[in-house]
């Protein structure tokens, strides 16, 4: 339905800031739910952030709330995830992942999935 591709990651130092970019081609992605996971090695996927198609609903995960910033621009096809004040636990491979439903925590709703991208933050 649609093809995603993440940017942005990279190596940091704690404290500092990352910018996440998941650009979309295909199907009209700005009528879609998008999502940012991330997957630490030995863990379980888990969600980070999720915006409405309309963004006026935003979702975040208690442990990056404060810290983490999602967006989008429709008119570019792409989200954001802004990342300020990293810690060493957020090091993950970070997805980005696009939804027909709003349900924002609920993995199994993301049908279509970009290949990820490394952020590593070093203590």
């Known amino acids: 339905q649609v093809q995603l591709v993440e940017s942005g990651g990279g190596l940091v130092q704690a404290g500092g800031s990352l910018r996440l970019a998941c650009a979309a081609s295909?199907?009209?992605?700005?009528?879609?739910?998008a999502g940012w996971f991330r997957q630490a090695p030995g863990k379980e996927r888990e969600v980070v952030s999720s915006?409405?198609?309309?963004?006026?609903?935003?979702y975040y995960a208690d442990s990056v709330k404060g810290r983490f910033t999602m967006s989008r621009d429709n008119a570019k096809n792409t989200v954001y995830l802004q990342m300020n004040m990293l810690k060493p636990e957020d090091t993950a491979i970070y997805y980005c992942?696009?939804?027909?439903?709003?349900?924002?925590?609920?993995?199994?709703?993301?049908?279509?999935w970009g290949q990820g991208t490394q952020v590593t933050v070093s203590s």
């Open positions: 992942a696009a939804s027909s439903v709003w349900r924002p925590t609920t993995m199994e709703a993301y049908r279509s």
């Open positions: 915006i409405r198609w309309s963004g006026d609903a935003i």
């Open positions: 295909g199907r009209t992605f700005s009528t879609y739910t």
